[in-house]
């Protein structure tokens, strides 16, 4: 279920892998990806808003080199856990950033600084995927990115950064 969930994720956020093996990746917000875990019905997915340290050293780095499988990396976290209404449940401990590169490009976060995260809950961890696009991680510096889940959650307007398709009259 869960590397489905990822690889339908994956495929809704990269557009294209060129023979140059750049990625394309479609701008998405914190809405569009509550959206579609909420559409999958992910019960599995946590959403958190706080601060995330590791050793920036242990992420796979992008190039020739890049893994071709996932890496785990261990990081701590301290912060909220989105409850019924609010970012209301503390949770600190462990949580593992696993790595997911692509076409030799990985994905990238800063150690030390506030996120909002969609993490995976596993039997005896917290996982948060990170993909070339960084599609489960969002700068949480300004709060922005967490109301922006709260409106969704509250079932109110759930704002969409996608680009809108042009719209033919044919």
């Not at 690889?7 to 569009?32: H, N």
Request: hydrophobic letters at 40%.
């Amino acid at each position: 279920m869960r590397s489905v969930l990822i690889s339908k994720v994956a495929a809704a956020l990269i557009l294209s892998a060129t023979q140059a093996a750049a990625l394309t990746c479609v701008p998405m917000g914190p809405g569009d990806v509550y959206q579609i875990i909420a559409r999958e019905e992910a019960a599995e997915y946590v959403v958190l808003e706080g601060r995330l340290s590791f050793d920036p050293t242990s992420l796979p780095q992008s190039g020739k080199s890049a893994p071709k499988k996932p890496q785990r990396i261990s990081a701590h976290f301290t912060g909220l856990m989105l409850g019924e209404r609010f970012f209301d449940q503390d949770v600190t401990g462990e949580l593992l950033i696993e790595s997911h590169c692509e076409a030799g490009q990985c994905g990238a976060l800063q150690d030390g600084e506030r996120y909002l995260l969609f993490a995976r809950q596993e039997a005896d961890a917290l996982v948060l995927p990170l993909d070339p696009c960084v599609s489960f991680a969002f700068s949480a510096a300004d709060g922005a990115a967490g109301d922006v889940i709260l409106q969704c959650h509250k079932g109110l307007e759930c704002p969409s950064e996608l680009p809108v398709p042009p719209v033919s009259f044919d």
